[in-house]
């Protein structure tokens, strides 16, 4: 049996997002780009996240 494009899709849904992002070869320069209105929504969360000596995201 063949699989579709929505199974695969489906089935890449339910799998970790890191395995996800080394499947399909993504890198973060890339995930930034695409997800720029994210970001910008969450722009505030993130500047603290990333400011000061204890920095949330590292």
Known sequence: MSLTFKDVKDQLSM?????VLEV?????TELVERF????????E??????????????
């Open 24 to 28: 399909l070869e993504i890198n973060s």
């Open 45 to 58: 969360y993130i500047i603290d996240g990333l400011g000061g000596e204890d920095n949330e995201f590292s």
């Open 15 to 19: 799998l970790d997002e890191v395995l």
């Open 36 to 43: 720029e209105d994210k970001i910008e929504d969450k722009l």
